[in-house]
């Protein structure tokens, strides 16, 4: 049975490491925990998880945050299905609950960004009623 959950516990949130390192694989293996533990604590951070049998078949980190432009939103950090179960509807119930939830928490909007080289997510986020609206622009310091 389908599931999603908050993530909280230590052990919940290291049950999302090997499907959240398959999107971000420079975040150390051995740092996960703590990682996500500090940006919880210093940035609103959130994690969700997709369970299928009680393991972790997708994951989504996410933040709720304020923006002059835009008003309240759920800005969508981390959004990943194990790729070896993708194309059976985990990402799609996971968004689902995400857009469930920034409304819960009273977001007007939900916003993602993405690299340009992800074609395939593309198609799933406009399947999913997503919308390009700006360019993201970033400069290594």
């Known amino acids: 049975m389908n599931m999603v959950l908050k ?39 959130q994690l969700a998880a997709l369970y299928d049998n009680e393991t972790v078949r997708a994951v989504a980190g996410y933040r709720i945050m304020e923006m002059l432009y835009c008003g309240k939103i759920m800005y969508v950090d981390d959004l990943n299905t194990d790729e070896r179960y993708r194309s059976k509807g985990y990402g799609k119930a996971l968004m689902d609950w995400l857009k469930a939830e920034a409304r819960t928490q009273g977001c ?34």
């Open 7 to 45: 993530v909280s516990t230590d052990e919940e949130i290291l049950a999302t490491r090997e499907v959240m390192r398959q999107l971000r694989p420079n975040v150390p293996y051995d740092e996960y925990l703590a990682t996500v533990a500090r940006m919880k604590e210093a940035d609103g951070y």
């Open 108 to 141: 007007g909007q939900l916003h993602l960004d993405s690299g340009v080289q992800r074609e395939q997510t593309h198609r799933f986020y406009f399947r999913e009623g997503l919308t390009i609206n700006c360019y993201h622009f970033h400069l290594m310091l």
